[in-house]
């Protein structure tokens, strides 16, 4: 079975441009979050999403938005980037929102931004 | 850190010595997850300890929880080269969010 899968790998974007990641979880997972790494630093948590709604959200500003679609699969985007949003993008999925269950991380998309 | 950290934040050990990281959170949690992460990849689930449970063992690895101090550790024992990674402690904040703190850098010298 595949793991969760991340595209793309890497990314080099300008400032001001407009990004988006994608992810498909593992089969029969309905839940999918995303997490930013910055790096030194541990991941933190930006969107979860759960039967196509949106579950929580971290402490990122309005640039940053997400869906998930009905095949359980996710996008994220990020509007007007920043230097400051160059980082791995995680994403991880699970059959039930976070709670008692572990998560299975993608190998992230490693954003620059220039 | 507002919501726990791990400690140290780095260790360097020989091959075959035991590692002990050590994590911190502060808030009442269901359970303490421990991650491993190789060079900036993607995260993997080690162990899982629920509140109700004071010691859990996966092969090498051996976690202890300790509520009333609001800590948990983590033992790799007979290290090997392919230990080497970062290691997180995870738990859920009161916004039912994963919090990952800011890791354990292990080096495992061959």
């Known amino acids: 079975d595949a793991g969760v899968t991340q595209s793309p790998t890497h990314l080099i974007k300008t400032r001001g441009q407009h990004v988006t990641l994608r992810c498909s979880p593992i089969s029969g997972h309905k839940s999918v979050s995303w997490y930013q790494q910055v790096l030194g630093q541990g991941p933190q948590f930006i969107f979860q999403y759960y039967e196509k709604e949106e579950r929580g959200r971290g402490n990122f500003p309005d640039r940053f938005s997400a869906r998930q679609f009905p095949n359980y699969s996710s996008e994220l985007n990020v509007n007007a980037l920043l230097l400051g949003d160059s980082a791995l993008y995680l994403c991880a999925s699970s059959y039930r929102p976070q709670t008692n269950e572990k998560l299975f991380f993608g190998s992230g998309t490693q954003l620059s931004v220039l | 850190s507002q919501q726990g950290e791990e400690d140290p934040q780095a260790l360097s050990i020989q091959e075959g010595e035991n590692a002990t990281m050590n994590c911190s959170y502060k808030t009442s949690i269901n359970n303490l997850q421990w991650y491993r992460q190789n060079s900036g990849r993607g995260l993997v689930h080690l162990i899982l300890i629920r509140s109700n449970e004071r010691e859990k063992h996966s092969g090498r690895l051996r976690v202890t929880l300790d509520t009333s101090k609001k800590s948990s550790s983590l033992l790799i024992t007979a290290s090997r080269a392919a230990d080497t990674a970062s290691y997180f402690c995870?738990?859920?904040?009161?916004?039912?969010?994963?919090?990952f703190g800011t890791g354990t850098r292990l080096t495992v010298i061959p």
């Open positions: 995870s738990h859920l904040t009161g916004a039912n969010n994963l919090f």
